[in-house]
């Protein structure tokens, strides 16, 4: 196998998941936001960015769980209303 086909595997490819952006880019911004009001309030800059990691961890798979989460469901509306045109476009005869 070459060496591009081995490494295909395992790429997590941002471009191409579907709410993967979303997901990461709500994450940086809670844990930077957060991290930074911790440092501003209490001047601990280790504890601050154990915080800063913490939140950006939780809140970017939940930002991704909630987007896919709602993205399937738009798709089941879809696939529903396609079926139906589908099913009504067999009923008419010729």
């Known amino acids: 196998m070459s060496e591009e086909g081995d490494r295909k595997w395992w790429r997590f490819d941002v471009l191409h998941t579907p709410c993967a952006r979303d997901g990461l880019l709500v994450g940086i911004s809670c844990g930077v936001v957060v991290g930074l009001g911790y440092f501003l309030k209490y001047k601990?800059?280790?504890?601050s960015g154990d915080w800063a990691v913490g939140v950006?961890?939780?809140?970017?798979?939940?930002s991704f769980i909630a987007c896919r989460?709602?993205?399937?469901?738009?798709?089941?509306?879809?696939?529903d209303i396609a079926d139906s045109i589908n099913q009504q476009g067999e009923d008419k005869p010729p």
């Not at 601990?44 to 504890?47: A, D, H, K, L, Q």
């Not at 950006?56 to 939940?62: D, H, K, P, W």
């Not at 989460?69 to 696939?79: E, M, T, Y």
């Open 44 to 47: 601990i800059i280790t504890r």
């Open 56 to 62: 950006f961890a939780v809140s970017s798979a939940l």
């Open 69 to 79: 989460s709602k993205r399937s469901v738009k798709q089941q509306a879809l696939r």
